[in-house]
């Protein structure tokens, strides 16, 4: 038996002792049906992580059936958990990035099983993949003359210049060598391909006539302009705008790729200088970059739009084969561009007296008070932008296990508060927020946590 802190009652026999063998837990009729949803290896996982806490003495033994029962209700196939995202943080990498509408949700069911995902069902011939999510991003962006969907901007951005530049220059100035998460450098993905870095002007300024040098010596294989989407250069600065850069593109016969990262089709009030692909495109941008999971709020995807020839092109790559989209994510972002407007727009476009009032109203429930606090939109754009709103100052300690709980509430500590930002959290999630809070408040109490009242 597994060492443990279980004491051996006084002249009483070991505790453990009485803890379900594995193999009376595993004939128990719900654990049986439960089987045939999450497969064997995930219930006896559940099972021993079970009786684990039983011989560490968390739970008695008596309890460790109604433990098992529990943690299958609470467990799907995936270990990945439900987050509430109280941190404010409208497009947050580490919790999956956009939450999908429910429109979206329901496709991504619907496209699960078989589905006419390259199948023209009126004729039965072989249909283009993805013809729906184009059509729909190009009646979205009609300044688009043809869209393709790949698997994130990442490839986007490696199947533009690799298919326009491989083999040449890609000419990019030093103010917008991006690096985005987990050290990840924009640049280095490029040459990764083959095609070569050609880095003009110096990070705070860069002009018209750096471009036009490098483009001088014929070994320009396209000019790609990057959207700092996550810092912002000020003072003494100067960029070269889309419509410029695309007119000294066309002067020497090259294309001009903008890679915008955000995702936004269209201008947005909430964020009056981010770019956005409309007007790239008629700035003259050749092609157009953007991820699905940031500002659009649709599935994880590599938006590219811009002209016919460039797309073609583009498509006809035998990288593209590599980095193209799945069905479910061509499925959710159609219903997403299609459908009502997705959750990361609603929290971007949140009114903050309507915000206050919902935190007023919870954090009386909740025994916290109402602090101002900034939301952010978080990756891929408005890049130190606040979002003037309000959270919920809690008890610091909570924050722990608010985390750990089901569903797992992700909010921020500041100042000795945990504060709960409800900008990201839906409306009809509020009542499992309060039940989590209960749950997180109870636990401390139980475990004696100083400063936490009832
Ligand atoms: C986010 C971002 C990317 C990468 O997009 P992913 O969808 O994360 O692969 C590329 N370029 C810019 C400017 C970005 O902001």
Same mark, same amino acid.
């Given at each position: 038996m597994?060492?443990g802190t279980?004491r ?15 193999d009376?837990l595993l ?13 064997a290896q ?7 992580a ?9 739970i008695?033994?008596?309890q460790v059936e109604r ?8 467990r799907s196939?995936s ?5 509430l ?5 409208i497009?947050?990498?580490n919790?999956?990035r ?8 329901r496709?991504l069911?619907?496209?699960? #099983?078989?589905?006419?995902v390259?199948?023209?069902l ?11 999510a184009?059509a729909a991003?190009l ?13 994130n901007?990442a490839?986007?951005?490696?199947l533009?210049?690799?298919?326009l530049?491989? #083999?040449?220059e ?13 050290g ?9 391909a ?14 018209a006539?750096?471009?036009?040098e490098a483009?001088?010596?014929?070994a ?6 990057v959207?700092?989407s ?5 003072g003494f ?11 000294i ?7 001009l790729?903008?890679d ?9 009030q909430?964020l009056?200088?981010?770019?956005d692909a ?5 700035a003259?941008a ?5 991820s ?6 649709g599935p ?16 006809r790559h035998?990288l593209?084969?590599?980095v193209r ?24 476009r ?10 007023d ?14 939301g ?22 909570l924050a ?10 992700v909010?921020?500590?500041q ?5 709960l ?5 839906p409306v009809?999630?509020?009542?499992a ?11 401390c ?9 009832r």
């Amino acid at each position: 038996m597994a060492q443990g802190t279980a004491r051996v009652e006084e002249g009483g026999e070991d505790p453990r002792r009485r803890i379900p063998r594995t193999d009376a837990l595993l004939a128990l009729p719900a654990v049986v049906a439960a089987q045939a949803g999450l497969g064997a290896q995930v219930v006896r996982g559940i099972v021993r992580a079970v009786q684990d806490r039983a011989r560490r003495g968390e739970i008695a033994p008596e309890q460790v059936e109604r433990a098992v029962l529990d943690a299958l209700g609470a467990r799907s196939a995936s270990s990945l958990r439900p987050v509430l995202n109280a941190t404010g943080v409208i497009v947050h990498t580490n919790l999956g990035r956009a939450p999908l509408s429910p429109a979206a949700r329901r496709a991504l069911q619907d496209a699960a #099983g078989y589905t006419d995902v390259e199948l023209d069902l009126t004729t039965g011939a072989r249909g283009r993949r993805g013809a729906a999510a184009r059509a729909a991003l190009l009646a979205a962006c009609p300044a688009a003359e043809d869209a393709l969907v790949v698997n994130n901007g990442a490839a986007a951005l490696l199947l533009a210049t690799t298919a326009l530049a491989a #083999g040449r220059e890609v000419v990019w100035s030093r103010g917008e060598l991006v690096e985005i998460g987990a050290g990840f450098r924009l640049a280095e993905l490029v040459a990764s391909a083959g095609a070569w870095v050609r880095e003009v002007g110096t990070t705070n300024r860069t002009h018209a006539a750096d471009y036009r040098e490098a483009c001088a010596d014929g070994a320009a294989g396209v000019l790609l302009k990057v959207h700092t989407s996550n810092y912002r250069i000020e003072g003494f600065t100067s960029e070269v705008g889309i419509a410029e850069l695309a007119a000294i593109a066309h002067e020497h016969g090259l294309p001009l790729i903008a890679d915008l990262g955000s995702g936004l089709l269209h201008p947005e009030q909430a964020l009056p200088q981010e770019p956005d692909a409309a007007a790239a495109l008629e700035a003259g941008a050749d092609v157009v970059l953007t991820s699905g999971d940031k500002l659009l709020g649709g599935p994880q995807a590599g938006i590219l739009l811009g002209t016919a020839e460039t797309i073609s092109r583009l498509a006809r790559h035998p990288l593209a084969r590599a980095v193209r989209a799945d069905k479910l994510a061509l499925a959710a972002l159609e219903a997403t561009l299609a459908g009502p407007m997705p959750p990361v727009l609603a929290a971007l476009r949140t009114d903050p007296d309507a915000l206050r009032r919902r935190t007023d109203a919870l954090a009386a429930r909740l025994g916290g008070r109402t602090v101002a606090h900034d939301g952010r939109v978080g990756g891929g754009g408005g890049a130190g932008v606040p979002l003037p709103g309000w959270a919920i100052a809690l008890e610091e300690e909570l924050a722990a296990p608010l985390r750990a709980g089901s569903p797992a509430v992700v909010g921020t500590v500041q100042g000795g508060s945990c504060l709960l930002d409800l900008r990201c959290v839906p409306v009809e999630d509020e009542e499992a927020l309060v039940e989590a809070v209960a749950a997180a408040r109870e636990q401390c109490l139980s475990h004696g946590v100083r400063g936490i009242v009832r």
